[in-house]
């Protein structure tokens, strides 16, 4: 599969992350096969997929807690193969839940991690919990800490040794709303300002639709799919929403006239894929049966509608 090239503003960002052929054989089977695909600089990066899809394992690779079966991963230009140290330490990671000291208040337990980083001072400790927000609380125990609390903490954790790529596994499970809102625009930030490539692995697809600049599909080992989340969504046919007075009847009708079209229903709505100059044609159609219309709209294709459309028709062998 040909990648497409991510470029901001038409000029195209720097490689961070390079993985190259990379596969994994666990027991004679082969878990992970032949990924290749970069990630830029100042990216937020999507890795979507359906459970044992891999992902985690992927993740695993490019943290140093897997080694690899074949292939490489270049981190700034450094192998995780023959280079681990200097590749490592461009990495900043939550993988699953961050573990804290829940005794110790946030600030300590960051200053326990800084001892385990070289040169972290108390003015870049400062600087991470800032930028998390966590001021106002960060001299009490984590164990008083709501789940959006610890996350954000992790973040710092992970940022103290200001890392060039940031990788966050699930980093909204278990958040409710305003937390899930809080820890987006958090990545969001990291990437524009600090200039970080940020990789994200979730199973909330309408989050990941707001959060990230490009997404990439894994199924079964493979990776399926991968584009800018603007591409993704205005690919294919738009799909439109009719509101009528009988859409069963209206679907019937449709069905009959235009073989190429398969409307839903889904209250007093008939939904459909087409092109645009089909539009007047079903109005007009409608119009001479006698069915009254409402409102007729564009609607645009959610990240969910695409992933289930790729995951469903693309058959990986």
């Known amino acids: 599969m040909v990648e497409k090239q991510f470029q901001k503003g038409g000029i195209g960002v720097n490689a961070v992350i390079q993985l190259e052929n990379v596969s994994k054989t ?11 695909f970069t990630i830029q600089e100042g990216e937020v990066f999507g890795f979507l997929g359906p459970n044992g899809a891999g992902k985690t394992t ?20 450094h192998s995780i193969q023959t280079e681990f140290e200097d590749a490592i330490r461009h990495i900043g990671a939550i993988v699953e839940n961050p573990e804290m000291y ?16 070289k040169s972290v001072s108390r003015e870049r400790i400062d600087e991470v919990v800032k930028l998390v927000g966590l001021e106002d609380r960060i001299h009490d125990k984590v164990k008083t800490y709501s789940l959006g609390m610890r996350q954000r903490l992790g973040i710092a954790q992970s940022l103290l040794h200001r890392p060039k790529v940031l990788i966050l596994d699930e980093p909204t499970n278990g958040l409710d709303p305003a937390g899930i809102k809080e820890i987006r625009q958090y990545i969001r ?14 199973h909330l697809l309408s989050e990941m639709e707001m959060m990230c600049d490009r997404i990439g599909i894994l199924q079964k080992g493979k990776l399926i799919d991968m584009q800018s989340v603007r591409g993704w969504m205005e690919e294919g046919r738009d799909t439109y929403s009719i509101e009528v007075d009988n859409a069963e009847m209206a679907a019937k009708y ?23 100059e089909q539009i007047p044609l079903v109005i007009h159609f409608f119009a001479g049966k006698g069915i009254d219309m409402y409102e007729v709209k564009k609607a645009s294709k959610s990240l969910e509608e695409r992933f289930l459309d790729i995951t469903e028709k693309r058959e990986v062998m």
């Open 254 to 276: 449709m069905k009959m006239a235009f073989e190429d079209l398969q409307p839903k229903i889904s209250r007093g709505r008939i939904t459909f894929e087409a092109d645009k």
């Open 102 to 117: 829940k005794f110790l208040s946030g600030y300590d337990n960051l200053k326990q991690y800084a001892r385990m980083q």
């Open 26 to 36: 666990i027991k004679g089977k082969k878990i992970i096969d032949s990924l290749n």
């Open 58 to 77: 992927t993740i695993r690779m490019i943290v140093g807690l897997m080694k690899l079966s074949e292939g490489d991963i270049t981190i700034s230009g």
């Open 189 to 202: 930030d990291l990437a524009e300002k600090e200039r970080m490539a940020v990789i994200v692995s979730s």
